[in-house]
DNA sequence: TTCTCTACTGTGAACGCTCACAGAAGCATG
DNA sequence: CATGCTTCTGTGAGCGTTCACAGTAGAGAA
């Protein structure tokens, strides 16, 4: 009476199981794991054929107690929260990394630092090694946890360029005032000479970049600076409707208006309807993002497409490019302008 | 000449470390790792002391090996990723189970079972034991995952009520009928009498249960159904909007509409615009999730608000429950009515 | 005293894997 | 025939924990 699988869970198979299945030995086994260098093609098949037959699934903590590998990567985000979790791009951006590193056969470890003890323990996780490597969504100036970890030596990878940290941190981005630059021209391009832009937040390098590019192309079109047409946002739609309002109130002759985020863009069409401002006859409106946003509100914006799916891509490329000794290295991505019905 | 730290990364310090450090043996320094029964008050200060000056954290991957369990949880999402990834209440309800998981200091892994490598993937994953248990968001009939996840004995909590499994799996739900019923009782108390609905797709026990729930309050408010008044959605902007004009045409003298979502009442308010109703004057519309866009849109949306964050705590609370020997069971928790300019 | 019980502590053996090393076999070169 | 090289394979050790077990010490009871 043999008991191998009474009533609970059958244990999984090993390592050893399979050896023995396909008659070799453990390292045998493991090296087929590991690439199959060294082996020769006999044992590569009877080592294939037993792990189908006995459903072998590598235990990772046993490998990554080894290896000090934990071949699992963490999404860190320690942006306040709710800018972001208001944010559809957030979402693609989450999407695209767990995908990539799907690919890859890695976990994606969900991390929000939002209270001071939160920060603390994941700090306290991520050292410690619990995750090779860490995607960042942050950025905003000094922010601690990443500054801890960078100088822990972990391997970060930042989404859009972070102030304030050193070189040591790679980081993907969008090109922002490329963007924005194509945006004001295109606006320009129509004509539009009164246009006013609502910036995102200026603690930020995307909020800094896109109001340069901005201030670039007006200068190098010959149209005067007027501080009246320019009013801080912090992406959110609400801010967005507040910065529409304010210029409207300094600058009833305001033309065009380049706004920041498409969200931000949803306040301000909201703002202009108010006003009584028809879009885009009296005043075209140019968003940036293409968020789901974009597409949600009449009339459709015209906007700055990111490439959010090259973004998670690259970053993670880069992450594990650095946590295999690659050098930081910073990645910058061309944007799209996309015409719809609001310029 | 020492090499204790020469150029590279310190090793960690291990639980031997420590030991030495308090005066004490491994087991000791375990025992208070664990709960601290059967030890001594001095030797539990000895040994915190000790972590303190060592700033020792467990590894994990040794204490897996050998407990057997991970101590991590899967968030798995295989509803058709699209409508979730647009829908603001996937974001709160993942922030509420990340930060709930973090209060008992286990990690979530997010899976995302797209493809159909993706999901043989996460299944083997999972099976394999690297993680404890899964929250589950997938509403829709006969998934494949969800089955063998159950068939498998991993335990398991959705997020709505599943069709098909067996009463072997948790759930965590707001009460959709009442919710709707609260809705209409609303619309009917406004003296509307035409009322329509929008449903959400009828393959989810939700867009189920808030079509009956309309139904039922019609009946008991002696008022005739009508199928010209109920059109079909799939809870996406794009449906709503399809739904309105559907309603329009087939029964002009609506005069109220109960949406089973804000995103697709946005489309119904887009629609209604169109055709020159005033809302609430000519038609009221309710929604149902009191997500960001109910405030997002003119006029601010009136809706059933889900306790979203109740939700994912209660998922939290109920698997954690279960990997620890419950019984599955099932939580419905209530709605409340959140009243604001379309009605 | 002697025994039993409770409270506490230390020790070896695992957990399942990888890695370094030793060695075997085959083949070319001296 | 010895020597070296390459390709392949098996073996033992050890990663950092927990767990079962064997102790030890002290208190109270017989």
Redesign the pocket.
């Known amino acids: 009476m043999t008991m191998t699988n009474a009533g609970g869970r059958r244990?999984?198979?090993?390592?050893?199981?399979?050896?023995r299945e396909a008659?070799?030995?453990?390292?045998?086994?493991?090296?087929?794991?590991?690439g199959g260098?060294?082996?020769?093609?006999?044992?590569?098949e009877?080592v294939n054929a037993a792990i189908r037959r006995t459903g072998?699934?590598?235990?990772?903590?046993?490998?990554s107690?080894?290896?000090?590998?934990s071949d699992s990567i963490g999404f860190l985000l320690t942006e306040p929260q709710e800018r972001f979790f208001e944010d559809p791009n957030f979402n693609v951006l989450l999407r695209g990394c767990t995908q990539a590193l799907a690919g890859h056969d890695i976990p994606l470890l969900l991390m929000l630092a939002g209270t001071e003890d939160e920060r603390r323990r994941i700090t306290r996780y991520i050292t410690a090694g619990h995750v090779d490597g860490v995607l960042l969504v942050s950025s905003h100036s000094g922010d601690p946890v990443a500054e801890q970890l960078r100088e822990a030596g972990v391997p970060l990878v930042a989404c859009g360029k972070p102030i304030g940290l050193g070189s040591k941190v790679s980081y993907v981005a969008a090109d922002d005032r490329d963007g924005a630059r194509d945006m004001v021209k295109h606006l320009v391009s129509l004509g539009r000479r009164r246009i006013g832009m609502v910036t995102g937040p200026l603690d930020t390098p995307g909020g800094v970049e896109r109001l340069a590019g901005y201030r670039e192309v007006l200068a190098e079109a010959g149209i005067e600076a007027d501080d009246r047409l320019v009013a801080s946002g912090d992406y959110s739609r609400a801010s967005g409707e507040a910065g529409a309002e304010q210029l409207l109130d300094r600058a009833p002759d305001m033309d065009a208006v380049f706004v920041a985020s498409d969200l931000m863009a949803q306040g301000v069409l909201a703002a202009l309807h108010k006003a009584g401002r028809r879009v885009p006859e009296d005043v075209a409106v140019g968003g940036f993002d293409d968020s789901p946003a974009a597409t949600a509100v009449t009339p459709a914006l015209t906007t700055i497409r990111q490439p959010w799916d090259r973004i998670s891509n690259e970053m993670v490329r880069v992450l594990l490019a650095q946590i295999g000794g690659d050098d930081p290295a910073a990645v910058i991505l061309p944007t799209e302008l996309v015409r719809r019905d609001s310029t």
Chains 1, 2 share one sequence.
Request: hydrophobic share 35%.
């Open positions: 244990r999984p198979p090993t390592i050893h199981d399979v050896a008659g070799v030995s453990r390292g045998t086994v493991s090296r087929v794991l590991n260098h060294y082996v020769s093609p006999a044992a590569q009877a072998y699934v590598v235990n990772r903590h046993a490998r107690l080894i290896t000090g590998r």
